[in-house]
């Protein structure tokens, strides 16, 4: 079977490159500081879960794969619930995120079905 290289657009790429920074700069060190350590025992695990797999769609849109799509808006509402169970609640946060959602279903289409 032949495979076809899919060629990323540059909004996309541009959006991804400024998604890992964002996630290295602002999200690992949220998941090291003492006041995410004061919420609990079980929520620097969980968001750090949440942290890993975000990082993980964020690398399965960068290959142009459907699966990093469908695993980004899984991460989305776990962290939508998140925020609004803890009323940690980023507005900032959640337009970024909802302009990633959008620009990647536009995407969507061309994206690679298999792993």
């Not at 657009?9 to 004061?38: A, C, D, W």
């Amino acid at each position: 079977m032949a495979y076809v290289t899919l060629k990323r657009p540059v909004l996309l790429t541009i959006l991804l490159v400024v998604s890992y920074i964002f996630i290295v700069l602002f999200s690992m060190g949220m998941l090291l500081s003492p006041e995410t350590k004061r919420m609990g025992d079980f929520f620097p695990a969980l968001f750090g879960l949440l942290v890993a797999a975000r990082f993980i769609a964020l690398t399965g849109v960068w290959y142009m794969k459907r699966w990093g799509v469908e695993l980004f808006l899984i991460t989305f509402g776990a962290t939508l619930a998140k925020a609004i169970l803890l009323d940690d609640f980023s507005m900032l946060s959640t337009a970024w995120h909802v302009i990633l959602i959008v620009v990647f279903m536009i995407y969507y289409r061309k994206m690679d079905r298999n792993l």
